[in-house]
């Protein structure tokens, strides 16, 4: 398996993995906060509450860094790849409260959008030094 076929199937199981944990109809059979998070969250807000929007960032940074690995473009460009995982971060947020058992919160959209806008290109730049040192 090439790097590339192995980077899609990646992403293609990290995207199920994380669209299955956004729509979860029990989050209350599951720990709310990864204690990671909450660290997190204390170390840059100072208030560990933001652990879940710190979780939600984290998942579509990490969905997003995936697609940069796997080359994911829609029409040829990467931009279209990161606006689209922005909203279909945003769009499974809003699709939590169909079920009623979960309550959809905008900011955790705006975290997931946020995310993938990050995760993308941040890993294209660091891809394109591992690349460049591959090269010299």
Do not use: C
Request: charged share 15%; aromatic share 14%; no cysteine.
């Amino acid at each position: 398996m090439t790097f590339l076929r192995g980077a899609r199937v990646f992403f293609a199981v990290l995207f199920v993995f994380v669209t299955y944990m956004t729509l979860t109809p029990n989050p209350d059979d599951t720990k709310t906060e990864i204690d990671i998070a909450r660290w997190i969250a204390m170390m840059l807000f100072g208030d560990g509450s933001f652990a879940d929007k710190v979780a939600h960032f984290v998942a579509y940074g990490s969905l997003g860094a995936a697609a940069a690995l796997a080359q994911i473009r829609i029409a040829g460009r990467a931009s279209l790849a990161i606006v689209a995982l922005a909203f279909y971060g945003a769009l499974l947020e809003g699709m939590q409260g169909l079920g009623g058992v979960r309550t959809p919160d905008f900011f955790d959209g705006l975290a997931n959008a946020v995310g993938a806008g990050v995760g993308y290109p941040a890993m294209a730049f660091v891809s394109s030094f591992i690349a460049a040192g591959v090269r010299a």
